[in-house]
């Protein structure tokens, strides 16, 4: 298992979290990582196929110049 460390907290958050812990019974480590455990767990990976849709999504009304006419110019350049 790999060490964190955490710099420049504010004092009220470490009062805060020492506070958790000893309400959960936990050391201010153990709070800690159950806090990010929670934190990470609830966050949703987005599938590469649903950040492809919302691109296109985005860029739907722009002009699209097809690859093949770019490589015919980058050619014609050199």
């Known amino acids: 298992m790999?060490?964190?460390?955490?710099?420049?907290?504010?004092?009220?958050?470490?009062?805060?979290?020492?506070?958790?812990?000893?309400?959960?019974?936990?050391s201010i480590e153990a709070e800690h990582r159950e806090i990010l455990?929670?934190?990470?767990?609830?966050?949703?990976e987005t599938s590469f196929a649903d950040l492809a849709a919302e691109l296109r999504a985005l860029t739907a009304k722009r002009r699209q110049t097809p690859s093949e006419i770019l490589l015919r110019e980058g050619r014609e350049e050199r």
């Open 2 to 26: 790999s060490a964190l460390h955490v710099r420049n907290v504010d004092d009220d958050l470490i009062f805060r979290l020492k506070q958790r812990a000893a309400r959960h019974g936990r």
């Open 37 to 44: 455990r929670q934190a990470l767990s609830a966050e949703i």
